[in-house]
């Protein structure tokens, strides 16, 4: 299968500063990555879409000055929690797939943040 | 948007039991997977299944998509089988994100 990593795995961050998360495909380029988030005890919420050269797309009620998303490369897209604040703590997942195969897609290990 | 349900939400089972998880969703999709999510949060591709039936192992799966669902098959449960079981859909061409179910929480005690 596909590979899909993320670094950090976890990080704790003061208040009010930035904090960036890396998605990396291993074995395969993709034009389009996904964000998730998932609260404790709750299910992955779609954040959103990665696009290799373009600006992303946000799904509804994400504020997208809040959360920088850069896709510069075709194996790397980059998260940025930006002023972060403790509601912002969660659990971030981000995802891909190979475009020579099947629509499944292969998530990264997460990455807990928590924002005190 | 397109709506996933899962049940049941919770499952106890002893070990060596059989289990079935059900996934309902409530428009036609071009991706169906399910997941496996470890205690460290790792989701673990289990199957792409937008349509009939996949065996792997002691794993089964089912979607019938002109009724709307899929059924994941457990058999001879073991304690390491424990975690949360996620449904998950698309209904675009790989471009649209997944649309995931709130899960089913399966405990196996030994």
């Known amino acids: 299968g596909a590979v899909v990593s993320q670094h950090p795995s976890w990080v704790i961050c003061k208040s009010g500063t930035s904090v960036k998360i890396e998605c990396r495909s291993l074995?395969?380029?993709?034009?389009?990555m996904f964000w998730y988030r998932q609260f404790p005890k709750q299910s992955l919420m779609l954040m959103a879409t990665?696009?290799?050269?373009?600006?992303?797309?946000?799904e509804q009620g994400v504020e997208k000055d809040k959360f920088l998303i850069n896709h510069a490369s075709l194996t790397l897209s980059t998260l940025t929690v930006t002023s972060a604040h403790p509601e912002d703590s969660s659990f971030y997942i981000c995802?891909?797939?190979?475009?020579?195969?099947?629509?499944?897609?292969?998530f990264g290990p997460g990455t807990r943040l928590t924002v005190t | 948007g397109i709506q996933v349900e899962q049940s049941p939400p919770d499952l106890i089972l002893q070990e060596g039991a059989n289990s079935t998880l059900r996934c309902n969703f409530s428009?036609?999709?071009?991706?169906l997977q399910w997941f496996h999510q470890n205690p460290w949060g790792q989701l673990i591709n289990l199957f792409y299944?937008?349509?009939g039936t996949k065996q792997n192992g002691r794993l089964s799966a089912t979607t019938v998509a002109t009724e709307r669902y899929s059924l994941l098959y457990i058999s001879s449960s073991q304690t390491t089988d424990s975690g949360v079981y996620f449904c998950?859909?698309?209904?675009?061409?790989?471009?649209?994100?997944?649309?995931f179910g709130k899960g089913t929480h399966l405990i196996i005690q030994p």
């Open positions: 998950a859909v698309e209904r675009g061409g790989g471009a649209d994100g997944l649309t």
């Open positions: 990665s696009n290799e050269g373009s600006k992303a797309t946000y």
């Open positions: 074995d395969f380029q993709a034009t389009t």
């Open positions: 299944i937008p349509s």
């Open positions: 995802s891909a797939g190979p475009r020579d195969r099947t629509y499944e897609q292969y």
């Open positions: 428009d036609s999709v071009n991706n």
